[in-house]
């Protein structure tokens, strides 16, 4: 490749690149927003790619993503992982774990965190995370930083044995950008660790490798230090004021330069941008002699802020997001970063005079002709029937939903469900509601979501036998982060849902449609009135995915023409 190339690239696309480049051999993943081009971006390339040369695949969850990334590093290959925040959760055991290891081949984990909870159930901050397990974490800025930063995070991943994470945020995953990108580098070769010990983590092995992670300590914080020690600013700066940034927080400092500059005649304060973890302690100490006060502007929770405040003197005054200074949820944008260093708001649309009409919210909704909605009304008139509303509440009725766009459902015209709170949670929470003795216990889980964390609270269920129903909405595919493929076929749901042991007579299969509704509601109600567990599994293609599939085709049709 011609190392003067430039590609316009988003974030996301950007550490794809930058890790085919630096010699990847393997990639896993589940999807999830903001992360999930990284992997579409590596498997479209994994399809052109010599054969053999480039593994890239979504897998059942972020926790066996993780794990087969893991045999991908014994092999002495570089791999990467992506998932998005809340993804790390599921894949936190081998995570952490995986610090304990003498990583052989490179081993990356891309996490693109959701301030602002645009697609999220959180805005946790994965920094915290590789905090946690006491390794290196990268935080690019921008595009050409998030490939460029691969390529150090698979260096100082062979340099200490160690996973280190890449922390990505939406704005930055979603946003392109030009990009100079390098020559590709070779893979590694075939090599197993040699020290099998050093990948058993039996209490003795581990002690000892916990021992030596702790070791390492002083040489990462060593190479944090060097690493961000062309960050500093303090030429020709004020004698009062230091400011720290991170991330995208740099950005948006740096739009408001000119006028910090002006209200502060002339001198900008005395500044540091942090691009890799743990703290430079050093530095930061260095940048604030002599200040009285210090301002830290980062995405994200306050997690420079918190570290902060131990390594510093008592008499400097520490600002950000714990005294919200800066905004505390949310995104940042230049605008609450201006309102953080104490200028005015720019004038805008609204400050013009023009008056504008009031727009009726737009929320978020099902898709025309979706299969979910049939599933719902079916759903609803199923409760309505068996236990009769009080007011507008179903006193012997719990249904409990799970992350997808059938979360939609809880909003009108449908208003079906009454419970969100993570992958699998749905199977798990509605068993508990049985068990606390509400009689119509409803579990409504997509089809790539009880593969993903659904099985094992189906096996809780069919071992007490409890009295509840699992709604699997099988639409073919995860719809809700672009209609990638669920990972096991359609027709593979009913083995695995038998396999686990529950009784044939108690699975159904029923078609979501609108002329099915009366037949569907009598089937729902019957087995909602049984006293044991039952499955039923509404079935219909996505139509988001029925038109992908259709476009695709006409355009293959026409390529041939």
């Not at 480049?21 to 990639?27: K, N, R, V």
């Not at 929770?301 to 510093?312: A, H, M, S, T, V």
Request: proline share 6%; hydrophobic share 40%.
């Amino acid at each position: 490749m011609n190392n003067n190339e430039t590609k316009a690239l988003l974030g996301d696309e950007a550490v794809a690149l930058g890790a085919i480049h630096s010699g990847l051999s393997a990639a896993y993943g589940y999807p999830g927003t903001p992360s999930t081009e990284i992997m579409e971006y590596l498997i479209e390339q994994s399809q052109t790619a010599e054969k053999g040369s480039l593994t890239a695949q979504w897998c059942t969850n972020e926790k066996t993503a993780m794990e087969a990334a893991l045999g991908v590093s014994f092999a002495g290959k570089r791999s990467l992982v992506t998932m998005k925040h809340v993804g790390l959760n599921v894949a936190s055991d081998p995570f952490i774990n995986s610090a304990l290891l003498e990583i052989h081949g490179g081993l990356v984990v891309a996490v693109a965190d959701d301030p602002g909870m645009h697609s999220s159930q959180g805005e946790q901050d994965s920094r915290f995370y590789a905090s946690f397990a006491m390794i290196p974490c990268l935080e690019p800025r921008n595009q050409q930083e998030a490939y460029d930063m691969a390529a150090e995070a698979y260096r100082i991943s062979e340099l200490f044995h160690l996973p280190v994470m890449l922390r990505l945020a939406t704005r930055l995953s979603h946003a392109r950008a030009a990009v100079a990108v390098a020559a590709r580098s070779g893979q590694n070769p075939l090599l197993k660790a040699a020290d099998k010990t050093r990948w058993m983590l039996l209490p003795a092995y581990a002690r000892r490798n916990y021992a030596d992670l702790v070791e390492k300590q002083k040489q990462i914080e060593q190479w944090s230090q060097d690493y961000n020690s062309k960050n500093p600013e303090t030429e020709n700066c004020g004698d009062d004021l230091a400011v720290i940034t991170a991330g995208l927080g740099g950005n948006y400092y740096e739009e408001n330069l000119d006028d910090l500059a002006a209200a502060r005649g002339g001198k900008l304060p005395a500044r540091m941008h942090i691009s890799s973890y743990p703290l430079p302690v050093k530095s930061i100490q260095k940048l604030c002699e002599n200040k009285k006060k210090l301002l830290i502007i980062e995405e994200g929770q306050p997690f420079i802020e918190e570290r902060i405040k131990g390594i510093l003197p008592l008499g400097i005054s520490i600002s950000g997001k714990l005294d919200n200074t800066v905004v505390r949820t949310g995104e940042l944008d230049p605008d609450n970063v201006r309102k953080s260093l104490g200028l005015p708001a720019r004038p805008g649309i609204i400050d013009s005079g023009i008056t504008f009409p009031n727009l009726p919210g737009r929320p978020p909704q099902l898709c025309q002709g979706c299969p979910h909605a049939d599933s719902y009304r079916c759903i609803n008139r199923a409760v309505a029937e068996l236990d009769p509303a009080i007011g507008k509440e179903h006193a012997n009725t719990a249904v409990c939903s799970d992350i997808g766009c059938y979360s939609l459902g809880a909003s009108p015209p449908y208003s079906a469900i009454e419970s969100i709170v993570c992958m699998g949670a749905s199977v798990g929470m509605a068993r508990g509601a049985a068990d606390s003795g509400i009689k119509y216990a409803l579990a409504v889980i997509g089809d790539s979501t009880f593969l993903h964390s659904g099985i094992t609270g189906l096996i809780d269920a069919v071992t007490s036998d409890v009295p509840m129903n699992i709604i699997i909405l099988d639409n073919s595919c995860v719809a809700m982060t672009g209609c990638q493929p669920t990972i096991a076929p359609f027709n593979q749901l009913k083995n695995i849902i038998l396999g686990a042991g529950l009784k044939p007579e108690h699975l159904l299969e029923l078609e979501a449609k609108p002329t099915c509704l009366e037949d569907n509601t009598a089937k729902l109600k019957k087995e909602m009135e049984y006293r044991g567990l039952s499955v039923i599994i509404f079935r219909r293609e996505c139509v988001e995915l029925f038109r992908k599939q259709r476009t695709a085709a006409d355009s293959k049709t026409g390529a041939q023409k």
